[in-house]
């Protein structure tokens, strides 16, 4: 089946608002994709408002796109914009599939973004947005479509994380969430570590989701993005374990995001988006 892919062109939440373009570079780049095809192509509508209101409209109107296409038994992939984005995707998904029962995630990041109002000293909603799903943060964004909380704690993971404030580290901790560390994966290598992660969000749930943010990846393979950490995931290792999830029943949905094009390089990030998409 073909992949429907939507493009959540919203930067207004994150550290350059040049990141929302990242979607439509993509877009223009991506030629000819083997297994997918370009859907819904969403930008913000209004600045005329606070931030916090002009990304919780965003992501309602993502959402519901989310939503009606996996009640369609479509399978999509969302395309970022920056990681505050994925509050639009997962609540789209829970409402789509929360009859069916709990969803896990497999959150793919340098960082935690899981800073709530009260801990971020950025106040940036892209570092919040797991926090939010979690159901901690901005009501208007927490509540999304529905009032619950769009995760349980214990079947969300993340991956790859070597960079975070103790407020959000804190909280993760309290909520007792896994976090694969990116030294863990240094230690055990990418797929052990995987292989752990797969397993743990489907325990309890009825298929899982993918949320992979490019800054995740080593900078020298993934530049292009707004928040860059030193020492990450190798691509080569990345590339087998994505194709792998990407193949698997239980994927609900996988994400991509904070592709910043004003930040790249020589097209390196644009052109490894392109790759990952040719994945599916
Ligand atoms: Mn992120």
């Known amino acids: 089946m073909t992949w429907q892919l939507i493009g959540a062109g919203s930067g207004l939440a994150g550290v350059d608002v ?68 994925a509050i639009g995707t997962w609540s789209g998904a829970y409402d789509a599939l929360h009859q069916q029962g709990e969803m896990g995630l497999i959150w793919v990041d340098a960082h935690m973004d899981s800073h709530t109002p009260q801990t971020s000293e950025t106040g940036r909603i892209h570092g919040m947005p797991l926090a939010t799903l979690l159901g901690h943060g901005y009501s208007s964004l927490t509540t999304l479509l529905h009032q619950a909380p769009k995760f349980k704690p214990e079947n969300v993971c993340l991956i790859g994380v070597r960079s975070y404030e103790r407020g959000e580290a804190d909280f993760l901790k309290n909520l007792k969430v896994k976090v694969y560390f990116m030294d863990e994966v240094r230690e ?41 950490e030193p020492n990450g995931i190798q691509v080569d290792a990345l590339r087998p374990m994505l194709a792998r999830s990407f193949a698997d029943p239980r994927l609900i949905l996988a994400e991509i995001v904070e592709f910043d094009p004003s930040r790249d390089r020589e097209h390196i990030t644009e052109r490894l988006v392109v790759s990952l998409l040719q994945l599916l």
Not at 33 to 42: C, P, R, V
Not at 65 to 71: A, T
Not at 205 to 219: C, E, F, H, K, W
Request: with cysteine; net charge negative; hydrophobic share 40%.
């Open 188 to 228: 055990r290598g990418l797929k052990a570590v995987w292989d752990d992660a797969v397993k743990h969000v489907n325990h309890h749930t009825m298929g899982y989701g993918i949320s992979l943010d490019l800054d995740a990846i080593d900078p020298t393979d993934a530049p292009g993005v707004d928040v860059p």
């Open 18 to 85: 040049r990141a929302g373009e990242g979607p439509q570079v993509v877009k223009a780049a991506s030629g000819v994709l083997k297994n997918a095809a370009w859907a819904e192509m969403i930008v913000p509508e209004s600045t005329h408002q606070s931030v916090e209101h002009a990304v919780a409209a965003f992501n309602q109107r993502l959402a519901k796109h989310v939503s009606d296409r996996l009640q369609a038994k479509e399978k999509i992939c969302v395309l970022g914009g920056d990681h505050s984005i």
